[in-house]
């Protein structure tokens, strides 16, 4: 079985700076993708960017990039550039690629101050 | 597009009274899910379907039936509410991708229910 762990509950950033959020996870499987989701207060789940484990150069979106290790095992999101909008709970979630039920973590609610 | 849609948003019931929560999505997605979302603990798959007629139990499937007669429809039913029961649900579909590709679950705006 797969977990995927956030040990960040919840963090802060003033805007405009760069912040880094953490995610870990578990598998002996070699092939997976992982993914960031961002849900705002409105509750909307928001796929904000993914990446496929065979793949070593990290994804980017725009002001968001990750940072995957895969032997470490994980897969941190860095957002730079900071908004206000993107005050939300980020959920690192995790899938084999031979299925298609996703694993998520416990979540870290962001925080983002003018 | 409507993409997911969960019904209702909000939803308050007595302990032992059942409901059905709806979920249709118009993308003609093989996969469907049900999540649950509680403080600390992200979301945890309830049950999901590959498709018409096959469903499955996921993490934490007691308490919950569902049924999967349509590709467009998966509805979720609490027979007899429980307090524990008390969460966000979430409704999301994907392409089936066993065997390969990314995957992405699209997921509907979720329902709050309390159990009181």
């Known amino acids: 079985a797969q977990t995927v762990t956030q040990s960040q509950p919840e963090m802060s950033v003033q805007e405009a700076e760069t912040v880094t959020l953490s995610c870990t996870y578990d598998t002996s499987e070699n092939n997976y993708y992982l993914f960031w989701y961002k849900q705002p207060p409105s509750r909307q789940m928001i796929l904000v960017i993914r990446q496929e484990a065979y793949k070593q150069q990290n994804a980017t979106e725009n002001r968001f990039s990750v940072n995957f290790q895969k032997a470490a095992k994980s897969f941190s999101l860095k957002i730079s550039d900071s908004q206000l909008g993107d005050t939300a709970m980020y959920f690192c979630a995790f899938r084999i690629n031979a299925g298609n039920m996703l694993t998520f973590g416990g979540g870290t609610r962001l925080m983002v101050k003018p | 597009n409507a993409g997911v849609t969960q019904t209702p948003k909000f939803q308050v019931l007595k302990t032992g009274q059942s409901m059905t929560l709806q979920c249709a999505q118009d993308m003609n997605h093989e996969y469907m899910s049900w999540y649950r979302q509680d403080p600390g603990m992200g979301l945890r798959l309830i049950h999901y379907?590959?498709?018409?007629?096959?469903?499955d139990q996921g993490e934490v499937p007691n308490g919950y039936n569902v049924s999967r007669s349509t590709t467009e429809d998966f509805p979720l039913r609490l027979l007899s509410a429980a307090p524990s029961q008390t969460s966000v649900y979430f409704c999301a579909s994907s392409y089936s991708r066993v065997g390969g590709g990314p995957g992405e679950l699209f997921f509907g705006e979720g329902s709050r229910l309390t159990v009181l």
């Open positions: 379907s590959v498709g018409a007629g096959i469903t």
